[in-house]
């Protein structure tokens, strides 16, 4: 289903594009069928802007060209996954803790495409948990404004929780060098709400809710993908 969906997404890359390569499963599958392409000539002059470490190793492993995000004048668009998609094109992203990196590419796009399978589909955002990515400075303080935040905006419950290594012990360190806070709340009722609370607490770097982005859904199926627009 992911590979169906990433080739969906390929039909949208003309040659000469500068594109956004998100982070995740399904986009490194993307990244795969684009260097794909890029060896056979079907595509040209493309260049990437990788939004995390892994993706930018998955790129140069797949052959396809990388520009540093400081020297892209502008992205003309953006392939990435989602943790959860809502009717409204209302993302959760940050499962694999790049949501930052992956929000400055995604806004500064002319457009983004997410790519994802069935399963991501929900009627509303907040199953999945929420990250959050904040400095590590005086974490617990911005932790628990995160949770009054969250509370504020309408959710039921939160759980904040300090995302964590492998082995449990270290915490999670993002490729710029912030922790996330994963805050299970359920449901989210009112994420345009969340979005700007959180976004008004000095220490949070950035949230997970990406609104007002995403253009178009591609949902892999078994036999094929299907296609959303707003």
């Known amino acids: 289903m992911k590979a169906h969906a990433a080739a969906a997404a390929l039909e949208y890359v003309e040659s000469g594009m500068i594109l956004g390569l998100g982070s995740g499963s399904t986009a490194e599958i993307f990244i795969e069928q684009l260097g794909a392409a890029l060896k056979t000539g079907a595509l040209s002059g493309i260049r990437g802007v990788p939004t995390s470490a892994m993706t930018e190793r998955a790129a140069q492993g797949a052959g396809v060209?990388?520009?540093?995000?400081?020297?892209a004048s502008r992205i003309d668009l953006t392939i990435d996954g989602a943790d959860e998609v809502d009717g409204r094109f209302r993302l959760i992203k940050g499962g694999g803790g790049c949501l930052l990196r992956e929000k400055i590419i995604a806004h500064a796009?002319?457009?983004?495409?997410?790519?994802?399978?069935?399963?991501?589909?929900v009627e509303m955002l907040g199953a999945f948990p929420l990250p959050v990515e904040v400095d590590p400075?005086?974490?617990t303080i911005t932790a628990k404004k995160v949770f009054d935040a969250l509370r504020a905006s309408g959710a039921p419950r939160c759980d904040v929780a300090l995302r964590r290594r492998g082995d449990?012990?270290?915490?999670?360190?993002?490729?710029?060098?912030?922790?996330?806070?994963?805050?299970?709340?359920?449901?989210?009722?009112?994420?345009?709400?969340?979005?700007?609370?959180l976004a008004a607490i000095p220490g949070v770097m950035e949230h997970g809710l990406f609104i007002g982005l995403a253009r178009t859904v591609i949902v892999g199926e078994e036999d094929g993908a299907e296609v959303l627009e707003i």
């Open 137 to 139: 400075f005086a974490f």
């Open 109 to 121: 796009s002319d457009r983004m495409i997410v790519v994802v399978d069935e399963t991501k589909l």
């Open 65 to 71: 060209p990388l520009m540093p995000a400081d020297q």
């Open 168 to 197: 449990g012990l270290e915490p999670f360190v993002t490729d710029g060098g912030h922790f996330i806070l994963d805050c299970a709340c359920g449901e989210l009722p009112d994420p345009e709400a969340a979005a700007r609370r």
